[in-house]
């Protein structure tokens, strides 16, 4: 079967045509956003804020809960920042007591 093309030099679409062609494009612009979406948020979900034994030797140091809620207040890969704000929650909670 052979599909032949009605279009002449100078004819333009129908409507359906268009609708068609806006609708696969602005399909495809909408896919792209949340797939842009969806990779900001996994490299969110997955990166390391700070090395695995700077963690750990923070955790020890302060406490779980005090460098969790650092990490969270902090900017991202801000060691020292983190370093601080771990050592004020720690002592805000240690002489509250």
């Not at 896919?31 to 750990?56: E, L």
């Amino acid at each position: 079967m052979v599909f032949q093309l009605d279009v002449y030099r100078g004819q333009a679409l129908p409507t359906d045509d268009w609708q068609t062609i806006f609708s696969w494009g602005f399909g495809l612009i909408c896919f792209a956003a949340v797939a842009a979406v969806a990779i900001q948020m996994v490299k969110g979900v997955y990166s390391n804020p700070i090395p695995y034994d700077k963690r750990v030797e923070l955790e020890d140091r302060y406490g779980r809960w005090a460098v969790e809620t650092a990490i969270g207040v902090c900017p991202h890969d801000d060691i020292g920042c983190i370093e601080r704000e771990s050592k004020r929650l720690y002592e805000s909670r240690v002489l509250r007591r």
